[in-house]
């Protein structure tokens, strides 16, 4: 009985130690992280908007949507101090789930999108992000319809992927309307 609880109480330490060194670890390079991430994220950012000298978090004055999809980030590319465009970066259902960050112009119209990460089978919902499929978006805006079968060509084989992205990217042109228009720039 003695060496058992010897035995435990050893353990126990061991367990505590890891558990500090693990904990002292994670703070020490959680900034470091976090700085690489972001880095990350403007080198994308640029990808969109290369002129640009800063982007701003805008999220705040950009209302959440309702329903399904969410903004995870919104930024406003400038500059010299005048508005590029608007960055958002959202998450909906497709055939799973899929996060796209598209790239609008001051009057509202999408320059791009890029497929950022999907749960969807790859080969076929993936192609949400390919030439073909992603090109029919360039230019559309809040008042176009995003509606696959009318002005939206969906992928064979992936129709709910094409429905979904398409719905996350209707949601996101009305939400760059809305900044654009309420004079947030």
Do not use: H
């Not at 353990?11 to 904990?23: E, K």
């Not at 598209?102 to 990460?117: C, E, K, N």
């Not at 993936?126 to 969906?154: N, R, S, Y």
């Not at 992205?165 to 009305?174: D, F, K, W």
């Amino acid at each position: 009985m003695n060496g058992t609880l010897k035995l435990a109480l050893v353990l126990s330490a061991y367990t505590c130690a890891a558990c500090l060194g693990l904990a002292f670890v994670q703070n020490l390079t959680a900034p470091a992280i976090a700085r690489v991430a972001e880095e990350e994220a403007f080198a994308a950012f640029r990808g969109f908007f290369p002129q640009a000298d800063s982007f701003t978090d805008v999220a705040a004055e950009v209302p959440a949507p309702g329903g399904s999809v969410t903004f995870d980030r919104v930024f406003r590319a400038e500059r010299n101090g005048e508005t590029e465009g608007l960055l958002i970066q959202a998450t909906g259902p497709t055939y799973k789930t899929s996060t796209l960050l598209s790239a609008f112009s001051p009057d509202g119209r999408m320059i791009r999108f890029q497929l950022s990460a999907t749960t969807d089978t790859a080969g076929l919902g993936t192609k949400i992000g390919e030439p073909p499929f992603a090109g029919q978006f360039a230019g559309k805006t809040a008042a176009d319809a995003f509606l696959v079968g009318e002005d939206i060509q969906a992928i064979s084989g992936a129709t709910i992927s094409s429905r979904g992205a398409a719905e996350i990217l209707r949601v996101s042109a009305e939400a760059a309307a809305s900044y654009f228009d309420g004079g947030s720039r």
